[in-house]
């Protein structure tokens, strides 16, 4: 079983999917817009041809999936995300400070990067599309 968060934007999903690509190092497998979906999809608006009804993002063996959606479509997708992070694990702190950032970059850090009770190095933050995230440094195994 593979468990994939599902990330929706509102017309940025593509930016936000490159920009992923590009800091975690992995390759957007699918891009399809809705411009492209069969003629009788009932979201026929031109100002939406553009918008992705589905991108996948493959890095290593896990996967990050959006959309963009509208306010008629998905009623919360205009506010700020909240109950879910979209969390990074790994043991190498100084990927993790990197990751954390890169991520912050033209966000908002919430936590700053620092060793923790139960990490060498946590942070979170929402970054530039509204994606909240944690970065945690799993402890060296004794």
């Known amino acids: ?4 968060t599902s ?5 940025q999903c593509r930016d936000a999917f490159e920009f992923y690509a590009k800091v975690l190092g992995g390759k957007i497998t699918a891009a399809i817009p809705y411009g492209d979906g069969p003629p009788d999809m009932p979201i026929t608006d031109p ?8 991108c996948w993002l493959e890095v290593g063996d896990q996967a990050l999936m959006g959309a963009d959606m509208d306010v008629g479509w998905a009623s919360n997708i205009d506010k700020p995300k909240n ?3 979209v969390t990074l694990h790994t043991q ?9 950032e890169q991520l912050s970059e033209g966000g908002k850090p919430m936590m700053p990067f620092a060793e923790t009770f139960w990490s060498p190095g946590f942070g979170s933050l929402i970054d530039r599309f509204g ?6 440094t799993q402890p060296a195994q004794a």
Request: aromatic residues 20%; hydrophobic residues 45%; positive net charge.
């Open 131 to 136: 994606i909240p995230w944690m970065i945690n």
């Open 47 to 54: 100002k939406y041809k553009t918008w992705l009804m589905h």
């Open 1 to 4: 079983m593979k468990i994939v």
């Open 83 to 85: 109950g879910f992070d």
């Open 92 to 100: 190498d702190k100084a990927q993790a400070q990197r990751w954390y």
């Open 7 to 11: 990330l929706s934007f509102q017309g």
